[in-house]
């Protein structure tokens, strides 16, 4: 017996002179070749002990080969699984799964999927990786130059934030300051002595003006009011003014604006401007919106007001407005916009909560009653978001210190902050969050001369009932964030 078999290759049979085989006459494997496996397998066992050996193969290869993975069941051709789709396949001897991932251009890749073993295998080498090897000797180090600088708590904003978003930045921000920067720009004038011929007659012209309270809105211009950059500012949060019900122009109203909010953002660029759309929304009136009496008492600041169309809040500017003005002269197709809360509530401004003052303020309903006006209730969603301020529950001090201004200054100063120009934590510019202003439905009034109490309360109690009502109707769509209801205080 031969131990080599015949060979198979046709330059190897050439060379013996044997006849050549076709392909499928050389893989059939020779009838003396299972008993020379088998002699073999005889030899490894007296030699290593192995007890089993399987030899496979053909021709001339008779090297044990690797262990076959046993074939599984398949339980389908397609898996879906994490967004990646799975495929297998089947053969006679394994399952074949595949994996695509799909790009964010459509591409499509394909790939294997390794089985467990090649995970467990992984971690196994990360496990037996050297472990470096102490050092017999240490130093001590001081601490590492820059690193407070890599762990700031303030987010600054990027360069390349689009032209826009810059321009938005921008308004918010004159807006913001108009009334320190036009005082502090009528300083600087001051310092010109060939302007003190210009600007004495002009100061005492300003301290003696009756324009702000007169309701004659004659410095009105609507040309400044619907300009562009109005829509940039309103944009800046986004704001957006939605109404209940159509108001008919025959008929007066008094708009009550909640919350106060810091700065009542919400409300200049609602009823202040026409960003929001107001003339669409409400065909036929025109709205004031009402501001205290000491700003018309601010140079400059006090004529880019009257431009506006603001007006004094005052009792005897709103009477003005309401029954003396409009177009038969009796306030038909007038409206005013009050801030009920005032400095006051301004204390109460915290994001995710809404106070409102208001048990005690009685004195719009009056009015309301005196001149025969509908009354409006009005709510800001978001109003109160856009500043972060001193809690008085946890700074009881400042807040009396606060109050204590408020009673003898008539104003006061909330100590307040959000972000900046060029970060996102520190500075007094307002968060970017949505506003939402809401106009409810109007209550019916009917005109005293002298307001009864009963129906004042009367009055009172449905205004609040509306109120509430926009709140509960509205609060999931525009409040989602919020961590307290409704709460109606002093």
Not at 377 to 382: R, S, W
Not at 413 to 428: E, K, T, W
Request: charged letters at 25%; proline letters at 6%.
């Amino acid at each position: 017996m031969s131990l080599r078999p015949e060979p198979s290759r046709p330059d190897e049979r050439a060379d013996l002179d044997l006849q050549l085989k076709s392909y499928k006459e050389a893989a059939v494997e020779p009838e003396d070749h299972q008993q020379i496996k088998n002699e073999l397998a005889q030899k490894l066992i007296a030699i290593d002990g192995i007890s089993e050996v399987e030899l496979s193969g053909t021709g001339m290869n008779d090297a044990p080969t690797s262990p076959q993975k046993k074939a599984r069941h398949s339980r389908g051709s397609s898996l879906k699984e994490n967004g990646i789709k799975k495929e297998k396949t089947d053969t006679n001897e394994d399952i074949l799964e595949f994996e695509k991932y799909q790009g964010s251009n459509g591409d499509v890749l394909t790939s294997t999927k390794p089985d467990d073993a090649y995970e467990e295998e992984l971690r196994q080498d990360e496990k037996e990786m050297p472990k470096p090897k102490k050092r017999r000797s240490s130093l001590a180090s001081g601490k590492r130059a820059g690193s407070g600088w890599e762990r700031s708590s303030i987010r600054w904003a990027p360069f390349n934030v689009p032209l826009q978003r810059r321009l938005q930045t921008l308004m918010v921000l004159l807006h913001t300051i108009s009334i320190a920067g036009m005082l502090a720009f009528f300083f600087l004038l001051c310092t010109i002595p060939l302007l003190w011929p210009i600007l004495l007659p002009y100061l005492i012209y300003v301290l003696f003006s009756r324009a702000g309270t007169s309701g004659e809105l004659s410095y009105r211009s609507e040309w400044l009011r619907s300009l562009p950059i109005w829509s940039l500012f309103a944009s800046y949060f986004p704001a957006r003014l939605h109404r209940s019900q159509e108001l008919p122009p025959t008929r007066k109203y008094i708009f009550g604006y909640h919350p106060h909010g810091i700065i009542s953002h919400g409300a200049f660029v609602a009823f202040g401007t026409e960003a929001l759309g107001f003339r669409q929304l409400f065909p036929g009136l025109t709205n004031t919106l009402l501001t205290l009496d000491a700003n018309f008492r601010i140079p400059l600041y006090r004529d880019y007001a009257l431009r506006m169309g603001l007006a004094s809040v005052s009792g005897e500017s709103i009477e003005n407005l309401l029954s003396r003005g409009g177009p038969n002269r009796e306030g038909m197709g007038r409206a005013i916009t009050i801030v009920i809360g005032g400095a006051r509530e301004s204390l109460d401004a915290q994001p995710g909560r809404l106070k409102l003052v208001l048990k005690r303020r009685k004195g719009f309903v009056k009015l309301a009653i005196r001149t025969g006006a509908d009354l409006v209730p009005v709510l800001a969603f978001g109003e109160n978001e856009l500043y972060d301020q001193v809690q008085p529950d946890q700074h009881p001090m400042v807040h009396k210190l606060q109050l204590l201004v408020k009673k003898f200054m008539g104003f006061t100063v909330p100590l307040f902050h959000a972000r900046g120009i060029f970060n996102y934590d520190v500075g007094i510019m307002p968060y970017r969050r949505p506003l939402n202003v809401v106009v409810g439905r109007p209550l019916m009034v009917q005109q005293q001369e002298q307001p009864d109490e009963k129906y004042v309360e009367e009055l009172h109690k449905e205004y609040v009932k509306e109120l509430t009502r926009i709140w509960d109707e509205w609060k999931d769509d525009f409040a989602k964030t919020r961590t307290g209801e409704l709460e109606i205080v002093e």
